[in-house]
């Protein structure tokens, strides 16, 4: 099992820059591809972004690609999701989420992390 906390949410301005963390537990967080989600008020979840386990390969979204950069640290078992270029649509809460799957990074996730909350104001 894998338990995922992320951090590094608030408060920024459009046009700024944060950067999300999510801490995994477990020895095998190597072998789970590590996405990202976004949930926004009245609005269905929506993928962010993934970084697979097998060769680290990336898939964005449209809506962030270019402006949002994910990587991962096996050695430390965090994976990261840099955002810059900020706009106020990017308001949401932010889920990081664990699989097992290494080819199609946009399916089914097996572990979820509790959210963190991204305010960016106009």
């Known amino acids: 099992q894998v338990q995922l906390v992320e951090s590094g949410g608030g408060l920024v301005q459009a046009g700024g820059s944060l950067r999300l963390s999510c801490a995994a537990s477990g020895r095998t967080f190597s072998t789970y591809s590590m996405g990202w989600f976004r949930r926004a008020p009245g609005k269905e979840r929506e993928f962010v972004g993934a970084v697979s386990w097998r060769e680290g390969r990336t898939d964005y979204a449209d809506s962030v690609k270019g402006r949002f950069t994910i990587s991962r640290d096996n050695a430390k078992n965090t994976a990261s999701l840099q955002m810059n270029s900020l706009k106020p649509e990017d308001t949401a809460v932010y889920y990081c989420?664990?699989?097992?799957?290494?080819?199609?990074?946009?399916?089914?996730?097996?572990?979820w992390g509790q959210g963190t909350q991204v305010t960016v104001s106009s």
């Open positions: 989420a664990a699989t097992p799957r290494s080819v199609y990074l946009r399916g089914e996730y097996d572990y």
